[in-house]
């Protein structure tokens, strides 16, 4: 019973710190945006929905393959962290190699096409960065 009651303990931790990094990852990549995402999408802008969901996805998709791979708490914060901050860095490249629009501009006038590519491209990279994080 006290091994179950441990590693009860230890997926409540892990849980926590989950959450934690997740919303951390979040707040940050939502900075990144020149647009308040919540009011974005509460005004039924879909694209704005496609781009967060795979924002919110990506994240995930990092934060499980390094919470996977890890064999401690500590090792799972800092691989995560190095992990949403390249995914971070991704976003902003991709934002800089295309002059001719600006993402945010185009996610807040609702163009569901770059959304849907920008959100490929985020699940994407972020299975590669977490991969290569494991």
Request: aromatic share 10%.
């Amino acid at each position: 019973m006290d091994h179950f009651l441990l590693d009860g303990l230890n997926v409540l931790i892990g849980l926590c710190i989950i959450l934690i990094v997740l919303a951390a990852g979040y707040f940050v990549f939502s900075t990144l945006t020149r647009f308040d995402d919540r009011k974005q999408i509460a005004a039924g802008n879909q694209a704005a929905g496609i781009y967060m969901g795979g924002k919110l996805l990506g994240l995930c998709i990092i934060v499980a393959m390094v919470s996977y791979s890890s064999h401690d708490w500590l090792q799972m914060i800092i691989w995560s962290v190095v992990g949403i901050a390249v995914l971070c860095l991704v976003y902003l490249i991709f934002d800089w190699i295309t002059p001719n629009f600006k993402v945010c501009e185009e996610i807040e006038k609702g163009n569901t096409a770059l959304a849907t590519l920008l959100r490929s491209i985020i699940i994407g990279v972020s299975i590669v960065i977490g991969t290569f994080l494991m």
